[in-house]
């Protein structure tokens, strides 16, 4: 796995994710309301998806010419995206919210 990416990528999504929670109102709440879900839909379950498969089906996503010899996998991916939403809710949200917030 390549951790630098990972770890970098997932705080780029956090900041994207701030941008949108607190720049534009956009709230997973209001989303499932409106679409009427029975749960809320965390990023963190679309991660662990993307991981899950990765880890069985190893799919380049990026390949090594994009970013100068390092290859970024599904596993890879997945995984930025899921630490995305754990950063996000037990490290960011008790700051600004003094809770969890999860699930």
């Known amino acids: 796995m390549n951790w630098p ?4 990528t997932a705080c780029f999504l956090e900041i994207l994710t701030y941008i949108f929670r ?11 309301k409106k679409a009427r879900l029975p749960v809320r839909i965390h990023h963190m379950y679309v ?7 990765g880890y069985f089906y190893s799919l380049a996503v990026f390949p ?8 970024i996998t599904l596993l890879d991916l997945g995984v930025t995206i899921a630490l995305s939403d754990v950063i996000h809710h037990f490290s960011i949200l008790p700051l600004f919210h003094q809770k969890v917030d999860f699930p």
Request: glycine letters at 14%; aromatic letters at 20%.
């Open 22 to 32: 607190f720049g534009f109102d956009f709230h997973s709440r209001s989303i499932q």
């Open 47 to 53: 991660g662990i998806l993307l991981a899950i498969a």
């Open 5 to 8: 990416f990972i770890l970098w």
């Open 64 to 71: 090594d010419f994009i970013l100068g010899g390092t290859t």
